[in-house]
């Protein structure tokens, strides 16, 4: 079984909503869309107030190379560029868009024959629709498939460990549009001329793997790798060096190694945007855990207000005391619901009970459990003194850097110490200093 050194296996979660086939959501309140849902340059609006819009209209165009194009998720009339609360807790610039509910369209998408597409052509349809790491990170796609030394590339690996607890979406893609996901890795890898495609799903998502293993026979170069359950998993650096042996560290890049590495759900809007020159307008959004009344998986355009998502799906059971954008592991606790849904947006999870609110930390009992758990076999505790006292210099000589802050330490310490909030304060300042 392919796996990396390290690694926890916390409760997965995922019979919650794992069944539930993907539902479109169509949101009646207003919409609002941040011109900066991805790493690099934010978006620049287009439009102005009073503007009337389409689905799939451009709004905002890229900032810069390293940015991404903005397009309309709903029909209706721009209300204007105003700043709003961001998940994150700022305010960023949006623009604002009254739904007029019919979600109409300047066009029909419609399927072309892409077999005579360039290189550069395939990715400038990639760069017009928008498409980002739709995984979390959101990092430009057409960026990413534009590596200095294109002929290295071997591997073209497909993401499908989704290995967060409780998470499904990715899991549902793959069981419902297997195709258009094969279809999006045989895409990519005509861009590079030496590589193989590989499709990586975690061993409890059997019935993925027997599909997309029944799909893949038409293929002679792509092949679907069986993954080890375990976190972090769908990890860059775990999941290269699941799928390779080759090893990553910080300072690298998977196309350092000859890979590159793309979500499930990126692939396929990778289909869309070359296939049916379709841009980004939606994401699957998980809605689960025990305070979820009705657990799901939805299509949600781009500047849904959770709070909308949420109300229209039945809301909570009660009232939850930890409502989570993301997974369990790396996701950010939410502040409020009323902020917008966007590419990066994966789910939302709700739990009854803060069990982090209700334990108390104790001194470090030099156990080594965080050591043994580390995928990137560092030591957390020393590390976490380090941040705890500001001491960059021993920090980086024990290679805090390369902490992938994935949590495992923190999950697995018996003391309840929050090692990995530590490290990853510490981490921001050295990242920081480095750019500079």
């Known amino acids: ?26 949101p009646e309140g207003e919409i609002v869309i941040p011109v900066s849902q991805h790493i690099g340059a934010p978006a620049v609006p287009i439009v102005q107030k009073g503007d009337e819009v389409m689905v799939g209209d451009l709004i905002a165009k890229a900032g810069g190379y390293v940015s991404a194009n903005i397009h309309s998720s709903v029909s209706g009339t721009v209300k204007g560029i105003e700043k709003r609360m961001l998940l994150s807790g700022v305010k960023g610039d949006c623009i604002i868009i009254d739904n007029d509910k019919q979600f109409s369209k300047r066009q029909e998408y419609t399927k072309e024959d892409v077999s005579g597409l360039s290189s550069d052509e395939i990715k400038n349809r990639i760069q017009d629709a928008g498409i980002v790491g739709m995984g979390g990170a959101g990092f430009p796609t057409h960026v990413k498939l534009s590596p ?18 409780y998470l499904t979406s990715d899991y549902r893609r793959m069981l419902e549009s297997p195709d258009e996901i094969i ?21 409890n998502k059997s019935d993925a793997i027997k599909l997309l293993k029944e ?7 792509i092949s679907v790798a069986t993954l080890k359950t ?53 994401r699957i959004v998980t809605l689960t855990g025990d305070g979820i009344a009705a657990p799901c998986n939805y ?20 009232e939850p005391e930890k ?17 917008p849904i966007v590419k990066t947006s994966s789910a939302v999870l709700a739990f009854m009970e803060d069990e982090l609110k209700s334990t108390k930390q104790t001194n470090c009992i030099n156990c080594g459990r965080c050591l043994q758990v580390c995928p990137g076999r560092v030591m957390p505790t020393r590390l976490a003194e380090f941040s705890d006292r500001n001491d960059m210099e021993n ?42």
């Open 1 to 26: 079984m392919l796996s990396f050194l390290g690694g926890i296996h916390p409760y997965d979660g995922k019979n919650l909503s794992k069944d539930e086939h993907i539902k479109e959501f169509f």
């Open 323 to 339: 409502i989570i954008s993301g997974g369990p592991m790396m996701g950010v606790a939410m502040h409020t619901l009323d902020v």
């Open 299 to 318: 299509s949600v355009p781009i500047g849904t207000n959770h709070r909308e998502l949420i109300e229209r799906n039945g809301g909570f059971n009660g």
């Open 183 to 203: 279809e999006g890795l045989n895409i990519m890898m005509k861009l590079f001329d030496n590589c193989k495609g590989v499709i990586a799903v975690e061993d």
């Open 215 to 221: 799909k893949i026979k038409a293929y002679e170069n």
């Open 230 to 282: 375990k976190y972090p998993q769908g990890a860059e650096r775990m999941l290269v060096y699941a799928v390779t042996g080759r090893k990553l560290n910080s300072s690298m890049l998977p196309a350092d190694k000859g890979c590159i590495v793309d979500n499930i759900d990126t692939v396929h809007a990778i289909y869309r945007a070359v296939c049916y020159k379709e841009p980004l307008t939606r």
């Open 148 to 165: 200095k030394e294109p002929d290295k590339i071997d591997y073209i690996i497909v993401n499908g460990a989704e290995c967060e607890p």
């Open 395 to 436: 920090f980086l000589k024990y290679d805090g850097l390369e902490c992938c802050e994935c949590g495992c330490c923190s999950y697995i310490c018996p003391a309840k110490r929050d090692l990995t909030q530590s490290i990853k304060s510490m981490r921001k300042i050295a990242l920081s200093m480095r750019k500079k």
